[in-house]
């Protein structure tokens, strides 16, 4: 499996916009960066995911490097809800077992 | 509300007992899947189920049993045979298996020992 490599901990002031980065440097062709987020005693929750294009939803954007080795994910406008652990996950794209392996994450703290 | 409900949230086990945790999703997803949670530690996958009747095992399927008898149920069950089964346990679903379609997670169901 691809690793992901995210620093410890950021924060950002509340409504300013959050970069949260990873680095998947082995990543292959055919595998997607996925990002949940999870609350303490919550189940995660899914942000988004791509494969080489930028993507945008609701909650936030996805900014893959042409190279793939690398991905950003932005929220727009923090708030104190974003308060959260952030997993950047390269999943495995081969057969119906494609498992999400989670590993430490990103703690984003949102200070007022 | 559509979604993915775990009961119950938290949950005891006596030595030498089976429990069983409740996973239930109306979102109409086929794909159905057990993890565990460690503290401090990334989730690692149990059991999966692409479809009703059928399941695979996953990483540390060893002590835990499953069924899929309806589409909308996915039970786990922890055996006697689970030697530490304290942890947080997460369901999730999704449309169908595969790389392209996000697992969406219930809340978890907090297992201990007595």
């Known amino acids: 499996d691809a690793k992901t490599t995210q620093p410890p901990s950021m924060d950002c002031a509340e409504g300013r916009a959050a970069n949260l980065p990873c680095n998947h440097s082995?990543?292959?062709?055919?595998?997607?960066v996925y990002w949940y987020r999870q609350i303490h005693s919550q189940g995660p929750q899914y942000i988004i995911h791509g494969l080489k294009n930028n993507e945008t939803n609701e909650m936030a954007s996805l900014i893959i490097t042409e190279d793939r080795k690398s991905s950003t994910l932005i929220l727009p406008h923090a708030t104190l809800r974003d308060t959260a652990v952030y997993y950047c996950i390269v999943r495995v794209a081969t057969g119906a077992n494609s498992k999400l392996t989670f590993g430490k994450g990103i703690t984003l703290s949102v200070r007022p | 509300d559509g979604g993915i409900t775990q009961s119950p949230k938290y949950l005891f086990r006596k030595e030498g007992q089976n429990v069983t945790l409740s996973c239930e999703q109306n979102?109409?997803?086929?794909?159905m899947y057990w993890y565990r949670q460690d503290p401090g530690q990334g989730l690692r996958l149990i059991y999966y189920?692409?479809?009703?009747?059928?399941?695979q095992k996953g990483d540390i399927a060893e002590g835990y049993s499953v069924s899929r008898e309806k589409k909308e149920s996915f039970p786990l069950t922890v055996t006697s045979a689970q030697k530490n089964p304290t942890a947080f346990y997460l369901c999730?679903?999704?449309?169908?298996?595969?790389?392209?379609?996000?697992?969406?997670f219930g809340d978890g169901t907090r297992l201990s020992i007595l």
């Open positions: 082995t990543i292959s062709g055919n595998e997607y």
């Open positions: 999730a679903s999704s449309i169908v298996a595969g790389p392209n379609q996000p697992q969406h």
């Open positions: 979102l109409n997803h086929d794909a």
């Open positions: 189920s692409q479809i009703v009747n059928d399941f």
